[in-house]
């Protein structure tokens, strides 16, 4: 979903998930969002966290809009993942990620993990997650 997230990041979650939702095929789409573009476009809302001074967009209407745009009929689900902080209503500081059961989509935030994704240790705790699932 965002431009910032590695392409081998989405490998190893495409893996992980293959082995979560065994049986079923899992797909990566690669329709990277210009989310930016979106804020004037489609009114995503979005805020400027007053400690961080960094950028936060609102969990809610990217929901909306990967249902709208991005739910294919055979889909199981979509999740969008953004490298930006997420917040599911103003009276939140933020939120690593929120689903709409029901509605078969959910969006993930990277922000606070992306550091760990270049680590080593990630790449052994995917493996052995995948490895585990597997075996089922």
Known sequence: MDDDIPEEVLIKLQKYWSAFFYGMEVKIIDKRIDIPSLVE?????WRIRKDTGKIQYLATDLLDLLMNEYLAKDAYW?????????????SWTFVFGCSRIKRRTGVFSFARYIKLIH?????????????????R
């Open 41 to 45: 476009d489609l009114g995503i809302s």
């Open 78 to 90: 979509v999740i969008g993942i953004i490298n930006k902080d997420l917040y599911p209503k103003p």
């Open 119 to 135: 680590d080593p240790n990630f790449e052994k705790s995917i493996q052995s997650n995948v490895d585990a699932t597997s075996q």
